[in-house]
């Protein structure tokens, strides 16, 4: 067990449909990350947030956003869902996100499947 | 765009072999990470390395990053069916990671 939470663990929907992924970090920890995992495409890193704040942005669509509260739990938002963005979202979390070194904590994953 | 290539896609082998799998790039990588992921689980860092020519060494896995830090590999002594699992790796550039598509490693008992 990471001590990162994720919720729900599983997620069906259709498309043009929105949804809303919960992470959790681990205790103390104040950054946060988000990946997709799909069969196609591998793990992609979407966007990370430190202490509320984006930190730095990857691959992520602009129907896809994020954001960090103050308590630290994380939320991804998806909306117009397609069929092609079926795949497990990560969320990982570190002490500080301050170096791209610093050991990153998985959670178990969402796993969405839009029909 | 920095790509990782790992090699091989999928690997299969009995208990007691040894092996060895490979993350390729074109790019220099201030860092790499090797991760191992489970079915139904995350990712779990297994290791860093930083330096170019660096060796690290985990029971019987052995890490080396190459001197150029394009490259790295990973070797499994006597391989154990707890073994098994996708394992993956994460080049750093800039403040971000680009992970490899991964090898399946089977360990067969």
């Known amino acids: 067990d990471s001590g990162v939470t994720q919720t729900p663990k599983h997620l069906i929907t259709a498309t043009g449909q929105r949804v809303t992924l919960r992470c959790s970090p681990r205790?103390?920890?104040?950054?946060v990350y988000w990946y997709q995992q799909s069969l196609d495409q591998g793990l992609q890193f979407l966007i990370q947030y430190y202490n509320g704040e984006e930190r730095a942005k990857g691959n992520i669509l602009e129907r896809f956003s994020a954001q960090q509260f103050p308590d630290l739990h994380s939320e991804l938002n998806l909306s117009s869902l397609e069929l092609g963005d079926s795949a497990l979202y990560f969320c990982?979390?570190?002490?500080?996100?301050?170096?791209?070194?610093?050991?990153?904590?998985f959670g178990p994953g969402t796993r969405l499947l839009v029909l | 765009t920095q790509l990782l290539e790992q090699s091989p896609q999928f690997l299969s082998i009995q208990e007691g072999e040894n092996l060895t799998v490979y993350c390729n790039s074109s790019s220099v990588f201030s860092s790499l990470q090797w991760y191992r992921q489970e079915p139904g689980e995350g990712p779990v860092l297994l290791v860093t390395v930083v330096t170019g020519g660096e060796v690290k060494k985990l029971k019987r896995l052995t890490f080396q990053f190459g001197d150029a830090r394009k490259d790295s590999s990973l070797h499994i002594t006597a391989a154990q069916p707890g073994d098994t699992g996708l394992y993956l790796c994460?080049?750093?550039?800039?403040?971000?990671?680009?992970f490899g598509d991964g090898t399946t490693l089977t360990v067969k008992p």
């Open positions: 994460a080049g750093a550039h800039a403040g971000k990671s680009t």
């Open positions: 205790s103390g920890d104040l950054s």
């Open positions: 990982a979390s570190s002490a500080s996100g301050r170096s791209i070194q610093e050991t990153q904590y």
